[in-house]
Nanobody, 124 residues
Framework: QVQLAESGGGSVQAGGSLRLSCAASGSAYTVGYNCMAWFRQAPGKAREGVAG????????YYADSVKGRFTISQDNTKNTVYLQMNSLKPEDTAMYYCALDVRCDTWYPRGNYWGQGTQVTVSS
């Protein structure tokens, strides 16, 4: 059983920052994943990949809409992935989900392991 627990969401004004965390536990340690990623889904919109990072941090991927503003990182000692979000915009408002075992080059959630999500709301 894989457990993913997100935290760090909240409400900020445009231009502000938030840092999301995703802690992996359970059998996540034994899943032969290569990439963990953050996705988001706004009301009435499709889920979209935001940022992904390969195990060991050797490569990361970003959606065009967040490049230069968001940074994904990981702490392997804590099995935790972070998403630092700066210069937030109202269009970043969404539920953010962490996912394990993702094809980060295509955003395909191969392992279908998801956290419960954390809400990010950006006001103008």
């Amino acid at each position: 059983q894989v457990q993913l627990a997100e935290s760090g969401g909240g409400s900020v004004q445009a231009g502000g920052s938030l840092r999301l965390s995703c802690a992996a536990s359970g059998s996540a340690y034994t899943v032969g994943y290569n990439c963990m990623a953050w996705f988001r889904q706004a009301p009435g919109k499709a889920r979209e990949g935001v940022a992904g990072i390969y195990r060991g941090g050797r490569r990361s991927y970003y959606a065009d809409s967040v490049k230069g503003r968001f940074t994904i990182s990981q702490d392997n000692t804590k099995n935790t992935v972070y998403l630092q979000m700066n210069s937030l915009k109202p269009e970043d408002t969404a539920m953010y989900y962490c996912a394990l075992d993702v094809r980060c080059d295509t955003w395909y959630p191969r392992g279908n392991y998801w956290g419960q999500g954390t809400q990010v709301t950006v006001s103008s």
